[in-house]
C-alpha cells in the first residue's frame, strides 16, 4: 500500500523547536521530491517546503525560510521538517506529500497530517 | 505570488444535481510552449488530508470518479461535479503549479441542500 505517515507533532512555546518525521512505503521514495504543507484550524492550505530527490535542492516559503529545515533520508524512506524559533502562527497541522515537480509542484499523495500547536 | 481566488466560498446543491466551482488565478497558469495550464483540484473530506482530483486543469487522477471533470485555460477554471452525491460533501481547492511557490485558493464548501 502506498502511503505517507506523519509524527513528531505537538503542543510547544513560542521560540521553541520540534521535528517532524514522515515514514513513505509502497512506492520509490528516492524518485520522487517531497514535500511539507500545512493548514492552520479551520484555514486554507500552505506549502511550506519541497526537497529534490538527493537532498540537494530545497525550496521555502517565505515566511519560514531560516527557521525550517527540510530534509530526507533515502535509506530510511523518510523525510524531515525541522522547525525553530517557531511563532503562534506556525500551529497547524503538516501534512507530508509526494511532489509531481514541474514548474512547481503539485501533490499526489498525501499523508493524515501531524498537529503543531505553538503556545505558552 | 500568484493569487488564487475561488467563488463562491459555500455551494449548496441537492443531491443528483449539478455543482460549479470557479477558480481564478491572478496571472495566467497556461505554459505556452506545452499549451499546459498548471492547475490542480484538490477534494478535502471532514477529517482528513487532501486528495488529488485533477491535473492539468482537466485531467483526472486515476480512481476519480467520472462525473468530476475540470475546465478552463489561462486565469479561469471550473470544477464540475454532474451529479452530486452524498460523498462529495467537502472542501475543494484549486492550486496553481506554474511558479514557485505553489498556491492554493481558499477553498469551496460544497454541502447538500
Known amino acids: 500500500e502506498v502511503r505517507l505517515v506523519e509524527s513528531g507533532g505537538g503542543l510547544v512555546q513560542p521560540g521553541g523547536s520540534l521535528r517532524l518525521s514522515c515514514a513513505a512505503s509502497?512506492?520509490?521514495?528516492?524518485?520522487?521530491?517531497m514535500s511539507w504543507v500545512r493548514q492552520a484550524p479551520g484555514k486554507g492550505l500552505e506549502w511550506v517546503a519541497s526537497?529534490?530527490?538527493?537532498?540537494?535542492?530545497?525550496h521555502y516559503v517565505d515566511s519560514v525560510e531560516g527557521r525550517f529545515t527540510i530534509s530526507r533520508d533515502n535509506a530510511e524512506n523518510s523525510l524531515y521538517l525541522q522547525m525553530s524559533n517557531l511563532r503562534s502562527d506556525d500551529t497547524a497541522v503538516y501534512y507530508c506529500a509526494r511532489v509531481m515537480r514541474l514548474r512547481s509542484y503539485y501533490f499526489d499523495l498525501w499523508g493524515q497530517g501531524t498537529l503543531v500547536t505553538v503556545s505558552s | 505570488d500568484i493569487v488564487m481566488t475561488q467563488s463562491p466560498d459555500s455551494l449548496a446543491v441537492s443531491l443528483g444535481e449539478r455543482a460549479t466551482i470557479n477558480c481564478k488565478s491572478s496571472q495566467s497558469v497556461l505554459y505556452s510552449p506545452n499549451n499546459h495550464n498548471y492547475l490542480a483540484w484538490y477534494q478535502q473530506k471532514p477529517g482528513q488530508p487532501p486528495k488529488l482530483l485533477i491535473y492539468w486543469a482537466s485531467t483526472r487522477e486515476s480512481g476519480v470518479p467520472d462525473r468530476f471533470s475540470g475546465s478552463g485555460s489561462g486565469t479561469d477554471f471550473t470544477l464540475t461535479i454532474s451529479s452530486l452525491q452524498a460523498e462529495d460533501v467537502a472542501v475543494y481547492y484549486c492550486?496553481?503549479?506554474?511558479?514557485?511557490?505553489?498556491?492554493f485558493g481558499p477553498g469551496t464548501k460544497v454541502h447538500i441542500k
Open positions: 509502497g512506492f520509490t521514495f528516492i524518485s520522487y521530491w
Open positions: 526537497i529534490n530527490q538527493d537532498g540537494s535542492e530545497m
Open positions: 492550486q496553481q503549479y506554474d511558479s514557485v511557490p505553489p498556491t
